[in-house]
């Protein structure tokens, strides 16, 4: 009995963890997955197509400072996404994509928003 326990400790202690070492290893997701969106304000137009397709009212189109002066750049506010993907589908310039990252925890929902000024 006793050498069966410390058989199967040694099982466990030689093969591979079950857990993941997150956030330095992250399990690939699928193909279809959307996450979290990713802004190009440089070739944003503000055209605002993305804000009036959501069908959640997650866009706003809010004064960002560019390097062509100010312009009304889309702020998305997470919580209530539904990632349905229909900005992405709608943005003429593919400025707007919905990435394969799902790193966005927060204490507070109220801290889910994607604002363009911190975008790259
Ligand atoms: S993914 Fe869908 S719900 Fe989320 S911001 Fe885009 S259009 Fe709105
Ligand atoms: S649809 Fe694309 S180009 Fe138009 S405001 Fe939204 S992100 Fe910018």
């Known amino acids: 009995m006793v050498f069966k326990s410390i058989a199967s400790a040694v099982k466990q202690m030689l093969s591979e963890p079950f857990?993941?070492?997150?956030?330095e290893?992250?399990?690939s997701q699928p193909d279809n997955y959307r996450g979290i969106h990713k802004l190009d304000i440089s070739t944003c137009i503000s055209c605002a197509a993305c804000a009036h397709i959501c069908p959640n009212q997650c866009i706003d189109m809010v004064?960002?400072?560019?390097?062509k002066g100010t312009k009304k750049m889309p702020e998305i506010h997470l919580e209530r996404c539904l990632f349905c993907a229909f900005c992405e589908e709608v943005c003429p310039t593919d400025c707007l994509i919905l990435t394969k990252d799902y790193d966005y925890e927060k204490y507070d929902r109220r801290?889910?928003?994607l604002r363009p000024?911190?975008?790259e």
């Open 19 to 23: 857990t993941m070492d997150f956030p």
């Open 25 to 27: 290893s992250r399990e």
């Open 63 to 67: 004064d960002t400072e560019t390097q």
């Open 111 to 113: 801290e889910f928003i």
């Open 117 to 119: 000024e911190d975008q």
